[in-house]
């Protein structure tokens, strides 16, 4: 018994040194298995870079078929040169300009062609990558390896910074700027971006192509020396603040094809003397050309419905404005300080606004919005049937002694005469409902409520009434002392705002 128990043990020992042997072998097996795998992958990984990597062959072959392309374009364009030199011995290379839409030598603007034309066998895709401008050969590259070649070959790799179409704000921008601060943008500009040019020195003259569709606030304000900007048409609109204070700018020729500008887009170009607006612009917006003090001309489009706060404030020689019969809005101080605006007309097919007198009257008779520089004299009468003055109504009346109001109106503040120096005397000739004056003070509310009093008085006495004192009520250059009763329970704002010499 003890014998076979033995031999039980040791066939269990046998089998058991079996299966361990045939589990290293199996392990052995798929170490093995594993070690082929990686090998087969390394040497896969080896074959493919040869073939794929940066060095390897297909890489190689596309380096090689770009070397052979832009060499026949630069042939092409040489060929090109030698034929139009031929045809014209005046032909100069150097004024050659081509894109994808364009082509133009010496001093026409346009010939018809474009970079296809001078490079035949350029294909669309590099059309739209490749431009010739002033003889030179420029690739926006879209890769490294077209960077690469482009500057081997001796090609221009354009310097602009260009994101999706948005040429960006940056130094690199004025690379393509000719020793005469002349800066043509590319065609591949679809958009020129918040402040991509702002406060640069050097630059004279932008000539800004249809093909970018937008100009955004700030692209060029701030350039002090810029003279000159062609805006080519295809351009659509033109942001805030975006030509503000170039200063030497003198003439803005805009096309057609623009339809909104910006507030203040203009504001402050002190040497500006003539503006050509687009005639589909439908609105001009606060302060665009405010400041401009030198600008003589600018036509108004028929498709205009509005002109806003302050649009030609400060405009000192603007001398000629015709306002369209498509306006329907006109704010009293669009302009503001145009001390020379003598001939203001409206179309009389206008259905809102007329002008009688130098006076521009809403048609329903119900305000008067501003009194042009042609009815400054001493004494100005406003009509019967008006009921408001608007806030700088009066501002242009420099010489103004004596103001007669009508009985109808019913609306009427300081501010209004914010501006006006030597008035004198108000009158209502047929009385009024809602206003009565006494040497100088207007009054309303029963005489509870000072309105306003006239500038030329040196003292200022209100009579014991008076509650209320209302905005700008008080703001005489002559004042030099103020009376105040005790039923005064209100002083509003702006009271005292240009009574330099008040003392007491």
Known sequence: MKRKQNTKVGNVNK?????????????????????TIIVLI??????????????????????????????????????????????????????LNAGRTTLAYNTQEDTGGNIQTVIPSMDDEYAGMFEIIKGEFYLYAASELEREVATELGIQVSPYLIEDGVLLSANANLGLQTENGVVTLP??????????????????????????????????????????????????????????HCASLKEVVMPDSVISIGSEAFRSCTNLTTVQLSNNLTGLTSWQFSGCSNLTTINIPTNLTNIGDNAFSSCYKLDNITIPASCTSITASAFLSCNNLYNLTIDKANQYYE???????????????????????????????????????????????????????SSITGETFETVQLLETINFPNGNNTYTVEDGYLYSNGG?????????????????????????????????????????????????????????
């Open 187 to 244: 065609e591949r500009v679809t958009e020129i971006g918040q402040g991509a040019f702002s406060g640069v020195t050097g630059l004279k003259e932008v000539i800004i192509p249809g093909t970018v569709k937008v100009i955004d606030r700030d692209a060029f304000s701030y350039n002090t020396e810029i003279e000159k900007i062609t805006i080519e048409d295809g351009v659509l609109s033109i942001g805030e603040n975006a030509f503000r």
């Open 42 to 95: 390394i040497l896969a990984v080896v074959s493919i870079n040869a073939i794929f990597g940066a060095d390897g062959l297909v890489a190689q072959a596309r380096k090689t078929d770009l070397i052979v392309k832009f060499t026949v374009y630069i042939e092409e364009k040489k060929n090109y040169d030698s034929e139009k030199k031929y045809e014209d011995s005046d032909y100069n290379e150097e004024s």
């Open 355 to 409: 002008v009688e007198d130098g006076i521009i009257y809403r048609k329903d008779n119900s305000t008067l919005i501003m009194l042009a520089p042609m009815a400054e004299a001493k004494t100005v009468t406003i009509r019967e049937g008006i009921k408001s003055l608007g806030s700088s109504a009066l501002a242009m009346c420099k010489s103004m002694t004596t103001l007669n109001l009508p009985s109808s109106l």
């Open 448 to 504: 509870k409520t000072l309105v306003y009093v006239v500038p030329t008085k040196t003292t200022i006495n209100i009579k014991e009434t008076v509650e209320t004192i209302g905005n700008n009520a008080i703001n005489g250059p002559k004042v030099i002392e103020v009376i105040i009763p005790d039923n005064v329970t209100t002083i509003n704002g702006s009271i005292f705002k240009n009574t330099t010499k008040l003392k007491k």
């Open 15 to 35: 089998r058991d040194e079996t299966r361990k042997i045939k589990t290293k072998e199996r392990g052995i097996t798929l170490i093995a298995l594993i070690v």
